[in-house]
């Protein structure tokens, strides 16, 4: 079974630019959730979905949406980008939402800002 | 707010040693504790998970010790092995939803 693709696996944007980074989940799994990896502040939550709604969402600013599709599929946007977006985000499936299933991460996006 | 804290930040080990990793958590509305093993260019990876109904739980050389009291649990490797050498997270979550909490990683590095 194929594992968590995320696409594209590295890009560069300049300050103010936005970006859309995709992320194809484990066949047969419904829950997508996304986190941002920096050296300083480590691996934090962005928001998580399950059959195309938000569930979850971490504490970060409004320029940072997401989506899911019918097929699972997920893509998360970053708007008006700053230096400091600059990080790994990684998607993470799992087959169900809630009662702490297993989350299964891809190889994330790297991105920079310049 | 960090609500999950671990330490130490890096750690060296001799080949057949044994590899411990901290982690204390503040929300005790948490009900999972997962660790992920992460290797460069790569996602984390699960390693282990525990529930707190248990104080202990072992996979091979991997080892989660959990003290519901004192709001810790700790990773034990035994017989560390170089291809062991990678970062270490401790994370923690709730029942409802998938969101984890991290805690701020270890580099471990296991020397031949």
């Known amino acids: 079974k194929a594992g968590v693709t995320q696409t594209p696996r590295y890009l560069i944007k300049t300050r103010g630019q936005q970006v859309t980074l995709s992320c194809s989940p484990i066949?047969?799994?419904?829950?997508v959730s996304w986190y941002q990896q920096t050296p300083g502040q480590g691996l934090q939550f962005l928001f998580e979905?399950?059959?195309?709604?938000?569930?979850n969402k971490g504490n970060f600013p409004g320029r940072f949406s997401g989506r899911q599709f019918s097929n699972s599929r997920s893509e998360m946007n970053v708007s008006t980008l700053e230096l400091g977006d600059s990080a790994l985000y990684l998607c993470?499936?799992?087959?169900?939402?809630?009662?702490?299933?297993?989350?299964?991460f891809g190889p994330g996006t790297r991105l920079t800002v310049l | 707010q960090q609500q999950v804290k671990q330490s130490p930040q890096s750690l060296i080990v001799q080949k057949g040693g044994i590899s411990i990793i901290n982690c204390a958590y503040e929300n005790t509305a948490f009900d999972y504790f997962p660790w992920y093993q992460q290797f460069p260019g790569k996602g984390p990876a699960l390693l282990i998970a525990i529930r707190p109904d248990v104080s202990e739980k072992k996979e091979g050389r991997f080892t989660i010790s959990f003290n519901k009291s004192a709001k810790q649990f700790s990773l034990h490797i035994m017989d560390s092995q170089p291809g062991d050498s990678a970062t270490y997270f401790c994370?923690?979550?709730?029942?409802?939803?998938?969101?984890?909490?991290f805690g701020g990683g270890t580099r471990l590095m296991v020397k031949p």
């Open positions: 994370a923690a979550s709730r029942r409802a939803g998938n969101m984890l909490t």
């Open positions: 979905y399950f059959s195309e709604t938000q569930r």
């Open positions: 066949s047969g799994h419904r829950s």
């Open positions: 993470a499936s799992s087959l169900l939402s809630g009662d702490t299933d297993t989350q299964y």
